[in-house]
């Protein structure tokens, strides 16, 4: 089955940038989303459409795509963006929507 | 504003059937496809199924297909998920989300959640 691969944790300290990655076979022909989850909390849109922000989101979340890799970067990160980070695209066939495993952001 | 609101959850025994209800409000529900996401305790997102704006279309996780039946009704803004021969394994916290216009995957509005347990 189809799946996209991010790294379990990623650890900066305040004001440094944050890049979490999300590789897939088919990255390249389908859009990728971007999700934050923080404790307790439902998941938000951070990008859509691999680059994109929706109204309301901070300019310093970014995303970028390059082959079978998408990219969140995270720049200037804050004690306050501390969650669980999800990619999201689907499969080539249409029909079904796949989720990363899901990458921890620790802000040290 | 834009809402959705997700109730039904509850403990079930396995094999026993559950029906969760989104309620949607603060945009125009019968445009929008909507998706099912879960979140098993302490584990990632998994999406469970999404149905188009006009219900014609229903796809569904391997997971699930079979077991879970995604519809809705746009005269009252609802959409639900009815669960039947339920697995301890899909013990999770259930999210309603609305799909991205234009967008096969894409879920810009989120519910809070309700939870389901299966447990003997």
């Known amino acids: 089955s189809y799946e996209l691969t991010q790294p379990p944790s990623v650890s900066v300290s305040p004001g440094q940038t944050a890049r979490i990655t999300c590789s897939g076979d088919?990255?390249?022909?389908?859009?990728t989303y971007w999700y934050q989850q923080k404790p307790g909390q439902a998941p938000v849109l951070l990008i859509y459409k691999d680059t994109e922000r929706p109204s309301g989101i901070p300019e310093r979340f970014s995303g970028s795509s390059s082959g079978t890799t998408i990219t969140l970067t995270i720049s200037g990160v804050q004690a306050e963006d501390e969650a669980d980070f999800y990619c999201?695209?689907?499969?080539?066939?249409?029909?079904?929507?796949?989720f990363g495993g899901g990458t921890k952001l620790t802000v040290l | 504003q834009v809402q959705l609101v997700e109730s039904g959850g509850g403990v079930v025994q396995p094999g026993r059937s559950l029906r969760l209800s989104c309620a949607a409000s603060?945009?125009?529900?019968?445009?929008?496809?909507m998706h099912w996401v879960r979140q098993a305790p302490g584990k990632g997102l998994e999406w469970v199924a999404v149905?188009?704006?006009?219900?014609?279309?229903?796809y569904y996780a391997d997971s699930v297909k079979g077991r879970f039946t995604i519809s809705r009704d746009n005269s009252s803004n609802t959409l639900w998920v009815h669960m039947n021969s339920l697995r301890v394994e899909d013990t999770a916290v259930y999210y309603c989300a609305r799909g991205i216009s234009g967008s096969n995957y894409g879920m810009d509005v989120w519910g809070q959640g309700t939870t389901v347990t299966v447990s003997s």
């Open positions: 088919a990255l390249p022909k389908l859009y």
């Open positions: 999201q695209s689907g499969d080539s066939s249409g029909t079904l929507v796949i």
């Open positions: 603060g945009f125009t529900f019968s445009r929008s496809a």
């Open positions: 149905i188009s704006y006009d219900g014609s279309t229903k």
